[in-house]
C-alpha cells in the first residue's frame, strides 16, 4: 500500500490517513456483511411475527394490513441507515486512532476509473456524504428480503434467497465477457455501485440520481408486491 500510493499520489504519510484507512474498512465490511445484516433483519420482521402468531393480535387492532407493512419497512430503512452509519463512524474511530487526525483522502476501487484525492475537510464531508448514500441505495435489499418476509415462508428462508440473489447478481454482473455487456446496466448489484459516484474528484450527479432513482424504484415495486401477497394471506389460521 505504501508503495502503491506513493507512486500515484506520492506522500504515503499525508494519504494514507484515517479517512483513507477508514475507507478501506468500509469497503470490505460491507461488501462481505452489508446484505447479511440489511437480509437478515428485513426477511425476519414479517415472516417471524407470522411463525409466532403475533401478526393475528396485531392485526386485531383497527389498522389496516398496509399500514402495519408500511411502518415495519420504514423500521428495517432506518436500521439499514443507522447500522451503515455506526460502520463509518467506528471505522473512522479505528482510522483516527490509528493514523492520527488530519491529512488527505484517497479513493480507488475498481469501479472508480480514475484516483480521487481530497483535503481532510473536503474528505471529511466527502466520506459523510457516501456513507449516507450508501445506506439509500441498499433500498432493494431490503425490499427484497421484505418481500420474501410476506410471503408464507420461514423467516430464514426469506434471508437466503435475499443473500442467493444479491450474490449472483454480484457475480453475474462482474463477469468480464462480452455477452454480458449489453444487460450490465440492468444488474441490482453494478446500479448499487451508485454511492461510489459521491466519491468522484467531480461528483457526476445525474449518474447518481439515475441510478438512485433505478434502485428506489426496485425497492418500492418489491415493497409493493410483498404488500399484495401480505393481502391475499389469511393470517388468522
Not at 411475527?49 to 420504514?74: C, H, M, Q
Request: charge should be neutral; include cysteine.
Amino acid at each position: 500500500m505504501e508503495s502503491w500510493i506513493e507512486r500515484v499520489a506520492g506522500g504515503f504519510d499525508h494519504y494514507f490517513s484515517a479517512l483513507t484507512l477508514a475507507f478501506l474498512i468500509v469497503v470490505f465490511t460491507l461488501i462481505m456483511l452489508g446484505a447479511v445484516f440489511v437480509s437478515l433483519i428485513a426477511g425476519d420482521i414479517v415472516a417471524k411475527e407470522s411463525e409466532d402468531g403475533n401478526l393475528r393480535l396485531l392485526l386485531a387492532r383497527p389498522i389496516s394490513r398496509f399500514r402495519l407493512l408500511f411502518v415495519k419497512f420504514l423500521s428495517c430503512q432506518i436500521y439499514t441507515t443507522i447500522l451503515f452509519l455506526f460502520v463509518g463512524i467506528t471505522a473512522l474511530l479505528v482510522g483516527i486512532i490509528d493514523r492520527g487526525w488530519g491529512g488527505g483522502f484517497l479513493v480507488w476501487t475498481p469501479t472508480i476509473p480514475k484516483i480521487s484525492l481530497f483535503e481532510w475537510n473536503e474528505g471529511i464531508i466527502r466520506y459523510a456524504l457516501a456513507i449516507l448514500g450508501f445506506s439509500f441505495i441498499y433500498l432493494p435489499v431490503t425490499g427484497l428480503a421484505f418481500m420474501f418476509s410476506c410471503f408464507k415462508i420461514k423467516p430464514a428462508a426469506a434471508t437466503i434467497i435475499t443473500v442467493a440473489i444479491i450474490v449472483a447478481d454480484r457475480i453475474l454482473s462482474s463477469i468480464p465477457l462480452p455477452a454480458f455487456e449489453p444487460y450490465r446496466e440492468y444488474f441490482i448489484t453494478s446500479r448499487m455501485d451508485a454511492w461510489l459516484l459521491l466519491l468522484y474528484q467531480d461528483i457526476p450527479w445525474p449518474r447518481f440520481f439515475e441510478a438512485w432513482v433505478w434502485l428506489i424504484g426496485i425497492g418500492l415495486s418489491a415493497f409493493v408486491v410483498g404488500w399484495i401477497a401480505f393481502e391475499r394471506r389469511d393470517v388468522k389460521s
